[in-house]
């Protein structure tokens, strides 16, 4: 069995003891936390921490080499894991966007649903819409990625992982290749989410909006969780002297 | 030694788990290489096959000035077996390189979408082949299909006759189907593999993926170099003729032996005969370069 039965007051996301490597290179060397339905979570710590590392192993972009990550019940890194299961329940956004380039914002946002879901075309067609316009797109449906801005692809592909109706969503550094002026309205559209109650787990290096937007604020450095805690007392009561650098360096 | 021939998803760390620790890597690195023949065909002037056909008369002309069969003859000659040349000569070099074309295109795409199996028996063969076919002489292995191939096949009762041509074809489509092996892996591996992890991350298997999102997308980056072998194919016909297959160049040599073999016919008839492909190939290599310049802009 790799499912066991959840319900909505354990952890949707449950992360035990996970051990990580590319060949010599461990980059995660033990990390445990657990996120309740409807939290917000930051992941923050200097590049190549592990960050990015431990979000793509919650949707299986990664393996790992130890420990245990569920999902509402679901054991990722089960053998026989059932992927089509693990990806309905969670939506992933990349730094880079990846928007098909060979379909309009539309189609990439219909696509999915289409084809992986099988679901009627009318219905799909009707919930793409209402999503690039929730992220603020009118008028935008039959532009191509190329033709969009950075910040607007961006939303596009929020609103592509949206299509698929997930109960997480997992946020892989999505401003990081964004103009200063156009981060904002990604931003704002993440804030939304999170205020209708959408889990999300962002790695991220936007302090300001992480103390605004987290639940809580997991500090990553050399594979290991170092601090974690609320915005509010994680900020200004940092213990730990890595913490306390990086912060210093970064606000 | 194998050269590494990273898949994502199957072999290749994924991009973006260290961003400050990847290294560059060019966007399609053997691309401008693999169009080399369209580039320089497509680069010369208009007026070249004029050129040709001057200095074809004008040479003999000049040469053989003193004896009795003059250039007026040889090119009398030509002008008789002219129709005789292009219609069954120079249609069946263009037939020949349709069905190559054909049966290369089919036999590459499979066994170039077999060289990205997630499967490594499956992988590793599709690459012995691609590289068997794609470094061996084509005469060679014109030869070995000719000799190899029954000049008929029982199908019960039925005898159907594999005239030589047919077995020309098979031999061309060989080395057709290895090039077009390797044009199908470079498009899929110049996709970026976040298009891959995107895929993924929706939901859609490997085989959708590969389909609906990474096919469409390097479709287009395959038409110049698949017209380019177009072009190079077309060209190499005529080592057919070494195996008595009659296209153009055999039935030159026929029709020059009819003629007494007059050195004077060498070379109007062979000179005809390379501007008949220039005139086929030159147009399709300005058409492939002008589709390269075209899909490099909408990327």
């Given at each position: 069995?790799?499912?066991?039965?959840?319900?909505?007051?354990?952890?949707?996301?449950?992360?035990?003891?996970?051990?990580?490597?590319?060949?010599?290179?461990?980059?995660?060397?033990?990390?445990?936390?657990?996120v309740?339905?409807?939290?917000?979570?930051?992941?923050?710590?200097p590049?190549?921490?592990?960050?990015?590392?431990?979000?793509?192993?919650?949707?299986a972009l990664?393996?790992?080499?130890?420990?245990?990550?569920?999902?509402?019940?679901?054991?990722?890194?089960?053998?026989?894991?059932?992927?089509?299961?693990?990806?309905?329940?969670?939506?992933?956004?990349?730094?880079?966007?990846?928007?098909?380039?060979?379909?309009?914002?539309?189609?990439?946002?219909?696509m999915?649903?289409?084809?992986?879901?099988?679901?009627?075309?009318?219905?799909?067609?009707?919930?793409?819409?209402?999503?690039?316009?929730?992220?603020?797109?009118?008028?935008k449906?039959?532009?191509?990625?190329?033709?969009?801005?950075?910040?607007?692809?961006?939303?596009?592909?929020?609103?592509?992982s949206?299509?698929?109706?997930?109960?997480?969503?997992?946020?892989?550094?999505?401003?990081?290749?964004?103009?200063?002026?156009?981060?904002?309205?990604?931003?704002?559209?993440?804030?939304?989410?999170?205020?209708?109650?959408m889990?999300?787990?962002?790695?991220?290096?936007?302090?300001?909006?992480?103390?605004?937007?987290?639940?809580?604020i997991?500090?990553?450095?050399?594979?290991?969780?170092?601090?974690?805690?609320?915005?509010?007392?994680?900020?200004?009561?940092?213990?730990?002297?890595?913490?306390?650098?990086?912060?210093?360096?970064?606000? | 030694?194998?050269?590494?021939?990273?898949?994502?998803?199957?072999?290749?760390?994924?991009?973006?788990?260290?961003?400050?620790?990847?290294?560059?890597?060019?966007a399609?690195?053997?691309?401008?290489?693999?169009?080399?023949?369209?580039?320089?065909?497509?680069?010369?002037?208009?007026?070249?096959?004029?050129?040709?056909?001057?200095?074809?008369?004008?040479w003999?002309?000049?040469?053989?000035?003193?004896?009795?069969?003059?250039?007026?003859?040889?090119?009398?000659?030509?002008?008789?077996?002219?129709?005789?040349l292009?219609?069954?000569?120079?249609?069946?070099?263009?037939?020949?390189?349709?069905?190559?074309?054909?049966?290369?295109?089919?036999?590459?795409?499979?066994?170039?979408?077999?060289?990205?199996?997630?499967?490594?028996?499956?992988?590793?063969?599709?690459w012995?082949?691609?590289?068997?076919?794609?470094?061996?002489?084509w005469?060679v292995?014109?030869?070995?299909?000719?000799?190899?191939f029954?000049?008929?096949?029982?199908?019960?009762?039925?005898?159907?006759?594999?005239?030589?041509?047919?077995?020309?074809?098979?031999?061309?489509s060989?080395?057709?189907?290895?090039?077009?092996?390797?044009?199908?892996?470079?498009?899929?591996?110049?996709?970026?593999s976040?298009?891959?992890?995107?895929a993924?991350?929706?939901?859609?298997?490997?085989?959708q993926?590969?389909?609906?999102?990474?096919?469409?997308?390097?479709?287009?980056?395959?038409?110049?170099?698949?017209?380019?072998?177009?072009?190079?194919?077309?060209?190499?016909?005529?080592?057919?003729?070494?195996?008595?297959?009659?296209?153009?160049?055999?039935?030159?040599?026929?029709?020059?032996?009819?003629?007494?073999?007059?050195?004077?016919?060498?070379?109007?008839?062979?000179?005809?005969?390379?501007?008949?492909?220039?005139?086929y190939?030159?147009?399709?290599?300005?058409?492939?370069m002008?589709?390269?310049?075209?899909?490099?802009?909408?990327?």
């Amino acid at each position: 069995m790799t499912e066991t039965a959840w319900t909505p007051d354990q952890p949707i996301i449950s992360i035990r003891d996970v051990h990580k490597s590319f060949g010599a290179l461990e980059v995660l060397k033990g990390v445990t936390f657990e996120v309740m339905k409807g939290e917000v979570i930051c992941i923050i710590g200097p590049s190549g921490s592990g960050k990015s590392t431990l979000i793509r192993c919650i949707n299986a972009l990664n393996d790992i080499q130890a420990g245990s990550i569920t999902v509402e019940g679901l054991e990722v890194h089960a053998p026989k894991l059932d992927k089509l299961a693990l990806r309905k329940k969670v939506g992933m956004v990349f730094q880079q966007y990846n928007l098909f380039p060979h379909k309009t914002a539309l189609e990439n946002v219909m696509m999915a649903p289409l084809k992986v879901l099988k679901e009627p075309k009318a219905d799909v067609e009707a919930r793409a819409r209402a999503l690039i316009r929730k992220v603020r797109l009118d008028g935008k449906e039959d532009s191509y990625p190329g033709e969009l801005s950075g910040g607007q692809q961006q939303r596009v592909a929020i609103a592509r992982s949206l299509a698929m109706r997930p109960d997480v969503m997992l946020f892989d550094e999505v401003t990081a290749a964004l103009d200063p002026e156009t981060v904002k309205e990604v931003l704002v559209t993440i804030k939304e989410l999170a205020a209708e109650g959408m889990t999300c787990i962002l790695v991220t290096h936007e302090m300001g909006f992480a103390r605004e937007i987290a639940d809580h604020i997991y500090f990553t450095d050399r594979g290991v969780i170092v601090e974690h805690g609320p915005p509010k007392t994680f900020f200004t009561e940092a213990r730990d002297p890595r913490t306390r650098e990086f912060l210093s360096q970064i606000l | 030694m194998r050269p590494a021939r990273p898949i994502p998803g199957v072999t290749a760390p994924r991009q973006g788990d260290l961003p400050v620790l990847l290294p560059f890597r060019a966007a399609t690195p053997d691309r401008a290489d693999g169009l080399r023949f369209s580039r320089w065909l497509a680069d010369l002037p208009a007026a070249v096959p004029v050129v040709l056909g001057a200095l074809a008369a004008a040479w003999p002309a000049v040469a053989y000035a003193q004896g009795g069969y003059g250039m007026a003859q040889a090119m009398d000659a030509l002008w008789r077996w002219l129709p005789f040349l292009v219609t069954s000569g120079f249609a069946l070099n263009i037939l020949i390189s349709f069905f190559t074309m054909v049966i290369g295109t089919a036999a590459g795409v499979i066994l170039g979408l077999w060289q990205i199996s997630v499967h490594k028996p499956v992988r590793n063969t599709a690459w012995f082949v691609t590289q068997l076919f794609r470094n061996s002489p084509w005469l060679v292995l014109l030869f070995i299909v000719m000799l190899a191939f029954p000049f008929e096949i029982r199908i019960g009762d039925q005898v159907i006759p594999v005239p030589d041509w047919m077995k020309a074809v098979i031999g061309l489509s060989l080395p057709i189907m290895a090039n077009i092996s390797e044009i199908v892996r470079g498009a899929v591996q110049s996709v970026p593999s976040g298009q891959w992890e995107a895929a993924e991350s929706l939901a859609f298997s490997r085989a959708q993926t590969l389909w609906q999102i990474i096919l469409p997308q390097c479709f287009k980056r395959m038409i110049p170099p698949w017209m380019n072998w177009y072009a190079i194919l077309t060209m190499a016909t005529p080592l057919v003729s070494l195996l008595g297959v009659e296209e153009i160049v055999t039935l030159s040599r026929q029709a020059m032996e009819a003629e007494n073999n007059m050195p004077e016919l060498l070379v109007p008839f062979y000179g005809f005969c390379l501007v008949i492909f220039f005139a086929y190939c030159y147009p399709i290599a300005r058409l492939t370069m002008r589709l390269e310049r075209k899909f490099a802009v909408k990327q």
